[in-house]
């Protein structure tokens, strides 16, 4: 034979699970708005993958001073029409250099 189980819950945890419940459901909602793809996204890829085929560069040299610490450095670009063909610092301390030893 079966036996009756009687189970009694008082309304403070029928209260609280509804609002945890209701809590989950909420963050599920605007997990799933953060995170679904939109289509405004797929435009911007194909826009910059054709911007990509197209650039080019204007050859030149050009040439920036940068403050490293109490160091002028002086950056060198230059430029071909179709690819960057050297990159170099100059001014150079030795300070500089033993701080930043990739920038030589």
């Given at each position: 034979?079966?036996?009756?189980?009687?189970?009694?819950?008082?309304?403070?945890?029928i209260?609280?699970?509804?609002?945890?419940?209701?809590?989950?459901?909420?963050l599920?909602?605007?997990?799933?708005?953060?995170?679904?793809?939109?289509?405004?996204?797929?435009?911007?890829?194909?826009?910059s993958s054709?911007?990509?085929?197209?650039?080019?560069?204007?050859?030149?040299?050009?040439?920036?001073?940068m403050?490293?610490?109490?160091?002028?450095?002086?950056?060198?670009?230059?430029?071909?029409?179709?690819?960057?063909?050297?990159?170099?610092?100059?001014?150079?301390?030795?300070?500089?250099?033993?701080?930043?030893p990739?920038?030589?």
């Amino acid at each position: 034979m079966s036996r009756t189980r009687i189970i009694i819950l008082q309304m403070r945890e029928i209260i609280y699970t509804a609002i945890f419940v209701g809590l989950g459901i909420l963050l599920l909602v605007v997990l799933f708005f953060m995170f679904w793809p939109d289509g405004k996204d797929e435009n911007n890829e194909r826009a910059s993958s054709e911007n990509e085929k197209t650039a080019i560069y204007e050859a030149g040299v050009y040439n920036k001073e940068m403050t490293i610490g109490d160091s002028v450095i002086n950056l060198q670009v230059i430029l071909d029409e179709e690819q960057v063909k050297s990159v170099e610092m100059t001014n150079l301390d030795d300070t500089v250099s033993a701080m930043y030893p990739l920038m030589k």
